[in-house]
């Protein structure tokens, strides 16, 4: 049988600088780098005609969303991916920079930030997720290449000229880099449409449009990554081969559709 060469796996050490109990690691830098630039892609949105938000309230909303990034990240990881460790080991909880964060549970805590943060500003809801929806691609670009780094979420078994093999992987079998393709769909992909829509069509006026066009583009690009990423150890596939990751999408599919159409149908 022919044996296809493997790319060297890059090692980078996870942790960038290290001096005494104090380091600064890449994941952190990536959840930072990711705010910051979708922070200012977020002002640079609200700064255009018509906009309901202000840049001032966009600007505020910068210390909301790192709280729901954080917070309902690593709580939807507990919940969502392995409870039954964390309950029995519930100081683990606060080692977030061990790795361990839920897009899922983000994305739910950045949800619950927006509503109230909107209602405190008395803005309108979509107007303010519509500008937040369009930079969130940055920040998963971003996370995604702290994956590849760490050396983990890592792909499933593969036999392609590129498949690496990752030193966490206690098979040491060739797999896909499916972090790297889940940057370039889930950031890069997703960013370049949703980006056209906001500065090439009259999406931002159909409030809720732009929205919808994150959550439906997002839950596709994952289920299609998932068709290539290895599951995590300790769940395995669900029923009818599915992952945890493509469950969790359904829903954010539908509500997706459910708000383009009805954002299409309020226009």
Known sequence: MLTLP????????????EIGPFAIRWYALAYIAGLLLG?????R??????????????DDFLLWATLGVVLG???????????????ENPSQILIVWQGGMSFHGGMLGVVVALLLYARRQKLPVFALSD?????????????????????????????VPWAMVF???PEGVPRHPSQLYQAAMEGLVLFTVLAFLAHR???????????????????IVRMVGELFRQPDA??????????????????????????????????
């Open 73 to 87: 990240g690593r709580l939807g990881y507990v919940l969502f991916y392995n409870p039954g460790y964390y309950l």
């Open 131 to 159: 500008i937040v929806a369009v930079a969130t691609p940055i920040g998963l670009f971003f996370g995604r290449l702290a994956n590849f780094i760490n050396g983990e979420l890592y792909g499933r078994a593969a036999e």
């Open 167 to 169: 030193p966490t992987d």
């Open 201 to 219: 069509t009259n999406a931002l006026k159909h409030r809720g449009l732009l929205t919808g066009a994150f959550l439906g583009g997002y839950a």
């Open 45 to 58: 949105l609200a700064r255009r005609p018509g906009s309901a938000v202000e840049p001032k309230q966009a």
């Open 39 to 43: 922070w200012r892609y977020v002002l």
């Open 234 to 267: 300790h769940i395995g596939f669900l029923s009818g081969g599915v992952t945890m990751g493509q469950s969790l999408s359904l829903p954010m599919l539908a509500v997706g559709l459910w708000m383009i159409w009805q954002s299409r149908r309020r226009a």
């Open 6 to 17: 493997v790319i060297p796996f890059p090692t980078i050490d996870p942790v960038l600088i």
